[in-house]
T-cell receptor, first 113, second 114 residues
Framework: DQQVKQNSPSLSVQEGRISILNCDYT??????FLWYKKYPAEGPTFLIS?????DKNEDGRFTVFLNKSAKHLSLHIVPSQPGDSAVYFC????????????FGPGTRLSVLP | KAGVTQTPRYLIKTRGQQVTLSCSPI?????VSWYQQTPGQGLQFLFE???????NKGNFPGRFSGRQFSNSRSEMNVSTLELGDSALYLC?????????????FGPGTRLTVT
């Protein structure tokens, strides 16, 4: 059973609009979450993180929202740019799990010019 | 600063064989983690090594093993290969143990088992 789910395998957005990528988790012990971006033929790149003591973290065009009661987090990209086209993975960990990270299956974002 | 390098980049093996993958971390990084990426399962954590010691291990069978050398380079070995082991194997390095937000990933080794 997947502990971290990204139910949308793909998403297409027009350049300049907002991209919203969603992630759900089942393990209530998770207390730290990350988003990674992956281009083809490259390894994933860390994008942004959030700990469970916060409900929002912002870094430039990227904002991550965490809803602990719903066990849901989302990544907002505003405005979306063609260079944002990539696969986005969310990952979760729990401090008392030795910081093993559990990754979601990824969402492929296509930003159309 | 050179990035994380993985060798080989592509590999084709047959069922039952064993394979060794290599990862050279960024200079100064002492933690190396290994991940398996498949289309259906996404990225799955295999294990993390820090200062030559296995620090964490994911939920993979004992056929998957690894080690880290004194220069922080790491190898991952898979014995008795199965078709389901076909995947992209990524390694990531970081300065501190468990530093997932500081992890730098290599380009991966694509393993195909026939």
């Amino acid at each position: 059973d997947q502990q971290v789910k990204q139910n949308s395998p793909s998403l297409s957005v027009q350049e300049g609009r907002i991209s919203i990528l969603n992630c759900d988790y089942t393990n209530s012990m998770f207390d730290y979450f990350l988003w990674y971006k992956k281009y083809p033929a490259e390894g994933p790149t860390f994008l942004i993180s959030i700990s469970s003591i916060k409900d929002k973290n912002e870094d430039g065009r990227f904002t991550v929202f965490l809803n602990k009661s719903a066990k849901h987090l989302s990544l907002h990209i505003v405005p979306s740019q063609p260079g944002d086209s990539a696969v986005y993975f969310c990952a979760a960990s729990a401090a008392n799990y030795g910081q093993n990270f559990v990754f979601g299956p990824g969402t492929r974002l296509s930003v159309l010019p | 600063k050179a990035g994380v390098t993985q060798t080989p980049r592509y590999l084709i093996k047959t069922r039952g064989q064993q394979v060794t993958l290599s990862c050279s971390p960024i200079s100064g990084h002492r933690s190396v983690s290994w991940y398996q990426q498949t289309p259906g399962q996404g990225l799955q954590f295999l294990f993390e090594y820090f200062s030559e010691t296995q620090r964490n291990k994911g939920n993979f069978p004992g056929r998957f093993s690894g080690r880290q050398f004194s220069n922080s380079r790491s190898e991952m070995n898979v014995s008795t290969l199965e078709l389901g082991d076909s995947a992209l194997y990524l390694c990531a390095s970081s300065f501190r143990a468990g530093g997932a937000d500081e992890q730098y990933f290599g380009p991966g080794t694509r393993l195909t088992v026939t």
